[in-house]
């Protein structure tokens, strides 16, 4: 078959940390505090729910959409209701992811998680392809996107690269992650040598994204060489060799000129071997055998003569390949979300061709349902129909053109078969018609030829539009009536204006082989238009009863009972019993929550019981999501379910949960009870489930909205024995959403006003201390000054009394000759001199350690002029800060007590079963 490469994919506000570097004592401030701030805030970072119903988790992207084997990267997730999104979940266990810390700065003490971001680490041996991720929060989980592991290194597109001139350069082995940006292309620049080739897959669609892309190659200077669209499904894929040694350009763009976080792809540039298909495309479980690989970059392929794909001859290569035993379990996890519903019967497993180049592209391997038989060309005419031997399983192409495909077998009377064609199931654009022919044969040996039936599309699945993707397939059971030779034309409706080797199919020719399938399927009780469905998540919230339908598809005639379970739940959620009856197609499980339970999530597995012939026959039920609203659905890896510590507003209960009888031809009165937490804005209307024909209902609710009544007419044409109503309801509801976050945020706004305060009396404190300091360094300079004046004058004396000794001294060596008297006289001047030379210096040296003293006060004075300076500035831009995040958690606090409410909101409402069993009339 294709591989499922090919199959078609399905139709933050961030707080912002204020650093303030040469300001001391700011770590300390408010830790706690912002603490409760950024917890409050990552809820007014997500987006609500637009269509006024409560609220679920859902995503829309993860970016990027995977990443290498063996390393840890960064990825942003983004979507609806992810209010405090604590964790992301992977299908595969060795997939993991722990939230991105940023590191601490103002009012924090420790490393803060930043909303939204996450990092996330692929341990070696994980398989590579296709996995799951899932946002975990107060909502809930989230239905899943799709996850990739690949084996080469990754990068992510830079913005800016736009134009030919700003192409980022990629070399070959590399992987890209990058999104459509409306009307702008990206561009890459890869240098390549003449002759070198080149595998360009661009995948969107087949992982989850809104993106319809166009890839192409082009010059150096932006001129286009080839471009490639809905190569697989919408996404492109371009085999190029280059004509010269030079720079190409790698071109992607959204082929609507959309953009935005939905419109996410990974580009794969690879020298590796690719491989478009197998052949023949199923084996037996357990089987090992040769079989082809159609495909390119085989090492050691031959170029094949007439097999053309996007314009290029396929080389072939022979390879044995082992088919496990265990092959017909449920489809791998790996490829899960590669199929839709309508491949819910679709079993095999993955194979990719290893090479000393890496590994190819993995391809998908069916399951057979008898042996394989490869057609036999020419058998375009019934003259040359392919004889077979039955039971076995025929594998054949639509292709070339106009390709018709004749298979002869022989039957004897009794004889049952179904004709069972595998094509687009598996995943592709084929529309198959059969047509058998009986070739009697008379007593005189005479052959005429008989038309017994045709078959054309599988007859419509259950699920309704959304999960009712109808096979375009055909099945036919062929019971023969006499013994014959019968003769089978298969052909693709589109064969005359489609032609691609990759359009193989499988027919099997088995007897009967009973069994089924099992698909859960959310369904969003608003689809008020079938046409347009809309995404939907379960949630489970404390005291609630939630259902969800689970459908099953029967083969070959089954039509027993298929007793469901559930594993894996938490303690304080129970699912009541349920069962597909005999012939029936869907059920509703009914699960009923604890009003004390904690919030729990998680993976559970609903399983399937039915007794074929003398065997107990257990099947696991697939998953199954709405890709976009208004896009087809695919099924899952896994089903997850959650609980929220929210308590349901509304709830119904039964006054008497108990089984009720009521005879043909007369009437009943089942009373329920209505559990109500808020209020209801509009009269309350339910309306029954599950009627059967012949039954009539009108639901009568009490004034008080405490309860009611459920009245039952019975017709004398009722059908007899169980059946299972159900009462459901879309009241409109007063509701608070989230309202511990908006608490969260009124006690953090409060506790900042009051720290606000506390800042602003510091800072007037600090405004007060530093008006003293500068009065200080003003009288000090006063003093220095002062002390300036006396110590100049002291100098100046003291010169003074040492002129006079000096002039005493000079007038007592003028004396000579003289009287005593006089000497005396001079020789007290000289004393009296000294002694004021003496009084002077004492003076000047206290003048002078004066002014040593008044200038280290004036220095002290303006160093703790400075001190306060900065302790005012810090002050002051405390109080700045404060002021803003006040301001900003003003902001949030309005906007989450508006999301808190009360707002006005829709719910969805559903009853326990209520079993009824309907009796004949009493006589």
């Not at 000497?823 to 000294?834: C, G, P, S, Y």
């Amino acid at each position: 078959m294709n591989s499922p490469i090919g199959i078609p994919g399905q139709q933050p506000a961030r707080w912002r940390i204020y650093r303030q570097s040469g300001c001391p004592g700011f770590q300390g401030v408010l830790p706690h505090l912002y603490r409760l701030v950024l917890t409050a805030l990552l809820v007014v970072g997500m987006i609500p729910a637009a269509d006024g119903q409560l609220p679920q988790a859902r995503l829309n992207s993860i970016f990027p959409a995977g990443g290498r084997i063996g390393t840890e990267f960064e990825v942003t997730i983004s979507g609806v209701d992810l209010d405090d999104a604590r964790e992301i979940f992977f299908s595969d266990s060795r997939i993991t992811a722990r939230p991105k810390m940023a590191q601490p700065g103002v009012f924090q003490v420790e490393p803060q998680p930043l909303p939204n971001v996450f990092l996330v680490s692929i341990a070696s041996g994980t398989p590579l392809g296709i996995h799951e991720a899932r946002a975990v929060g107060h909502y809930g989980v989230s239905d899943p996107r799709a996850f990739v592991v690949g084996q080469w290194p990754e990068t992510n597109a830079r913005g800016g690269n736009d134009t030919p001139e700003k192409a980022m350069v990629v070399t070959l082995q590399t992987t890209v992650n990058g999104r459509a940006e409306g009307s702008k292309a990206g561009f890459y620049r890869l240098e390549l040598k003449v002759g070198q080739r080149v595998m360009l897959n661009l995948w969107a669609e087949r992982i989850d994204s809104k993106m319809d892309a166009t890839l192409s190659v082009c010059k150096a200077n932006g001129e286009t060489i080839v471009t490639s669209r809905d190569h697989f499904g919408r996404d492109p894929f371009l085999d190029f060799t280059a004509p010269a040694d030079g720079v190409f350009l790698i071109k992607v763009f959204d082929f609507v000129f959309e953009g935005g976080n939905e419109r996410f792809y990974r580009l794969s540039i690879s020298s590796g071997p690719f491989v478009e298909y197998v052949f023949p495309p199923a084996l037996s479980p357990g089987e090992s055998r040769k079989i082809t690989l159609f495909g390119r970059n085989l090492p050691g392929g031959q170029l094949t003569e007439n097999t053309i794909s996007a314009g290029k001859r396929l080389e072939q290569l022979e390879v044995e390949v082992s088919a496990s035993d265990e092959m017909t379990a449920i489809v791998p996890r790996q490829f899960a979300s590669a199929f839709r519903p309508v491949s819910l019967d679709e079993r095999g497993f993955i194979y990719r061709y290893q090479t000393d180049r890496g590994n190819s592209n993995p391809v998908w391997i069916s399951c057979a349902t008898a042996p394989v038989v490869q057609e036999l060309e020419p058998n375009d005419h019934a003259d040359r129909a392919h004889q077979v031997k039955v039971p076995c399983e025929v594998a054949g192409q639509f292709y070339p053109r106009g390709d018709d495909d004749w298979i002869q077998f022989q039957a004897r009377k009794g004889d049952v078969f179904w004709l069972d064609v595998f094509s687009h199931r598996l995943g592709l654009p084929t529309d198959p018609f059969l047509l058998i022919q009986r070739v009697n044969t008379d007593q005189a040996g005479i052959k005429t030829v008989e038309e017994i039936g045709e078959a054309d599309d599988t007859a419509g699945r259950p699920g309704g539009p959304i999960y009712n993707s109808p096979a375009n397939d055909p099945s036919y059971r062929l019971q023969a009536d006499r013994d014959a030779t019968y003769r089978v034309l298969i052909r693709d409706l589109y064969v005359n204006s489609v032609s691609s080797p990759r359009h193989l199919y499988r027919m099997s020719i088995r007897r009967p082989q009973p069994d089924y399938r099992l698909l859960v399927a959310p369904h969003s009780p608003w689809n008020s238009d079938p046409a347009r469905p809309r995404r939907w998540n379960a949630l489970l919230r404390r005291g609630a009863i939630a259902t969800l339908r689970v459908l099953a598809t029967r083969r070959d005639g089954f039509g027993g009972d298929i007793v469901l379970s559930v594993e894996g739940l938490p303690a304080q959620v129970t699912a009541r019993p349920a069962t597909l009856r005999a012939g029936t197609a869907e059920t509703l499980l009914v699960f009923e929550v604890a009003k004390d339970a904690t919030a729990w999530s998680g993976p559970v597995r609903i399983m399937g019981r039915a007794r074929i012939g003398e065997e107990e026959v257990v099947r696991r039920a697939h998953g199954g999501m709405m890709v976009w609203d208004e896009v087809n659905a695919r099924l899952t890896t896994d089903f997850a379910l959650a609980v929220t510590e929210e308590t349901a507003p509304v709830v119904i209960r039964m006054a008497d949960d108990k089984r009720w009888e009521v005879a043909r031809g007369s009437k009943i009165s089942i009373p329920f009870l209505l559990d109500r937490l808020g209020d209801l804005k509009e009269k309350l209307v339910l309306n029954p489930l599950g009627l059967p024909g012949g039954v009539t209902a009108v639901v009568v609710v009490a004034e008080d909205t405490n309860g009611g009544s459920l009245d039952l007419q019975v017709a004398g044409s009722a059908p007899l024995g169980d059946h299972r109503l159900f009462l459901e309801g879309k009241p409109k509801i007063s509701y608070r959403r989230n309202p511990d976050a908006a608490r969260r945020m009124e006690a953090a706004g409060k506790q900042l006003n009051e720290q606000l305060a506390k800042l602003v009396a510091d800072n007037g404190r600090a405004i007060e201390a530093l008006t003293q300091a500068e009065t200080a360094v003003r009288e000090s300079g006063v003093a220095v000054e002062s002390a300036d004046r006396r110590k100049q004058e002291a100098d100046q004396q003291l010169e003074a009394a040492q002129q006079a000794l000096a002039a005493a001294q000079k007038e007592f060596e003028s004396l000579g000759q003289t009287s005593d008297d006089e000497l005396t006289k001079a020789e007290n001047r000289i004393a009296q001199t000294v002694k004021d030379v003496a009084q002077a210096i004492r003076q000047r040296d206290g003048a002078r350690q004066a002014v040593a003293q008044t200038r280290g006060r004036l220095k002290v004075a303006r160093a703790q002029r400075t001190g306060a300076a900065t302790v005012a500035d810090d002050a002051a831009e405390k109080v700045k800060m404060a002021e803003e995040v006040s301001g900003k958690t003003a902001e949030r606090a309005k906007k989450l007590a508006a999301l808190a409410g009360p707002n006005d909101v829709s719910m969805y409402i559903v009853s326990v079963p209520i079993l009824v069993n309907i009796q004949e009339t009493k006589k």
